[in-house]
């Protein structure tokens, strides 16, 4: 997957914004005491831009949540799981992790995974309740 980051000029705007004001307040002297130094900015010129993109390039990194890529539906045509977890076309496999997850969770995906865990989980212990999640999406 080719992400693109720091294609679109803004996002660099806004970094380089973000990157000085973080610096500012590093170098305020309330900070003193707190701040010794900045970790992989040697050559880090804040008032040169490229510079600054330079090091944002090196340091910049993400934390993604992935989800729903196996999602759960009731048509096997635009899912892989059905709304008891079971994989379409198989036996004997169910899902239950971030993948099922249908479309992105405005929640935390961590919570939303052990939820899913439980509900799983009393499904296979036969203490589930009667509903089914997709029909309540
Ligand atoms: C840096 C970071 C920070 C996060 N912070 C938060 C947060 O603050 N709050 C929040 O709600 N969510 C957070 N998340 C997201 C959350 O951790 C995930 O959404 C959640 O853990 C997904 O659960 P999962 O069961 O789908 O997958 P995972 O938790 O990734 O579990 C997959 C498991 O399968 C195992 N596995 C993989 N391949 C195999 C194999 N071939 N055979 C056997 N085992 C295998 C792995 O070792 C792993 O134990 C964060 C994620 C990251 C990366």
């Not at 992105?104 to 009393?122: K, P």
Request: neutral net charge; aromatic residues 4%; charged residues 25%.
């Amino acid at each position: 997957m080719r992400l693109d980051y720091l294609a679109a000029p803004a996002d660099r705007i806004r970094l380089r914004e973000g990157l000085r004001l973080a610096y500012r307040i590093a170098a305020d002297e309330d900070m003193h005491g707190y701040v010794q130094r900045v970790l992989g900015a040697d050559d880090l010129s804040l008032a040169d831009d490229a510079s600054v993109d330079r090091y944002v390039a090196k340091q910049v990194q993400t934390a993604h949540h992935p989800s729903g890529t196996a999602a759960m539906s009731a048509d096997p045509g635009s899912g892989v799981v059905d709304s008891t977890w079971r994989v379409f076309g198989t036996e004997g496999l169910r899902m239950a992790d971030a993948s099922i997850i249908p479309s992105s969770v405005r929640a935390s995906t961590n919570l939303t995974c052990m939820i899913i865990g439980e509900r799983v989980a009393r499904l296979l212990a036969g203490t589930a309740r009667k509903e089914s999640v997709v029909e309540r999406v």
